[in-house]
């Protein structure tokens, strides 16, 4: 098994997800969705804060102007993290109650997309978002049963977004409007990799896919080839993402909900031997 590191904190989390590096605070920033809290880890002296949340936590994303933006049930909203406040900025799926918001991803142009599922995880009930800088949404594709991971290409040109219930991630041609072209299967998981979770492109152009259920990361090859995986003490892998001032660490969230394992919920550390790509922000 590579080198892992499990990282110290007061508490592990139910469902992570949604690792993101900030360089203007110098941190991590990840969510607890089931726990309702976003954590925030300082790369300086690994201090952990953790923000209690009033639903589930779905993401948190920077803003380019200061402060974030989250996914907090099926509303997403401004958020000041200090103070709690929030402003109202637009919800998902007004017609199925039961459903929340799940992973998100901005991309150079400003936008935020992002998948919502049911909180039951047991129908076709979500959908595929994209948020404008002036707070426009549009759905752009769907249904989905978990809708998870997108993941934009480094040049900007497609996005991969994945249903794990089909464990098979999607390839999206982003037109100049943001409208998306046919989802067409990029990588079909074989049972043995579990189902793919969170992802993020590296530098490189390779594909970092966190494996629900199968303990590890994988990377693919930029035409989509498996090329290698990292091992963890934890199965229900839930994603990943570079951090520090040179984008060389890799940091992988995980579940513990259902499961009695030492690790579960654990945030770990891999060395992923290159480099990632600078975080993208929120332009509204």
């Not at 590579?2 to 110290?8: F, G, L, N, P």
């Not at 990943?240 to 890799?250: K, Q, S, T």
């Not at 909900?257 to 060395?271: I, K, Q, R, Y």
């Amino acid at each position: 098994m590579a080198d892992v590191r499990v990282i110290e904190r007061e508490r592990r989390d139910r469902l992570g997800e949604g690792p993101m590096w900030s360089a203007r605070y110098e941190a991590l920033f990840w969510v607890d969705i089931l726990g309702r809290r976003i954590n925030r880890m300082a790369l300086t002296d690994g201090c952990v804060d953790s923000f209690e949340q009033p639903h589930y936590a779905a993401w948190i994303i920077e803003r380019e102007t200061g402060g974030f933006v989250a996914g907090i049930g099926r509303n997403i909203v401004r958020l000041d993290l200090e103070t709690g406040a929030r402003e109202p900025l637009a919800s998902v799926d007004p017609h199925n109650a039961g459903n929340r918001l799940n992973d998100a991803k901005a991309d150079a142009m400003g936008r935020i997309w992002a998948g919502t599922m049911p909180v039951t995880c047991d129908r076709p009930s979500g959908a595929f978002y994209r948020l404008d800088p002036d707070a426009t949404l549009v759905q752009v594709d769907g249904p989905y049963t978990i809708a998870n991971g997108p993941a934009i290409d480094p040049d900007g040109n497609f996005l991969l977004h994945t249903d794990t219930a089909r464990g098979t991630i999607f390839r999206f041609d982003i037109h100049g409007d943001g409208t998306l072209g046919k989802a067409t299967p990029f990588i079909v998981f074989e049972e043995a990799w579990g189902s793919p979770d969170g992802m993020t492109f590296d530098a490189e152009g390779g594909l970092w896919v966190a494996c629900w259920g199968a303990s590890r990361v994988m990377r693919f090859a930029p035409d989509g080839t498996r090329d290698r995986h990292i091992m963890l003490p934890a199965s229900q892998i839930t994603s990943c993402a570079f951090a520090g001032p040179e984008l060389d660490r890799l940091f992988v969230t995980s579940a513990s909900s259902g499961v009695t394992e030492e690790h579960a919920g654990a945030l770990f550390e891999v060395d992923p031997g290159c480099r990632g790509l600078p975080t993208q922000k929120y332009m509204g």
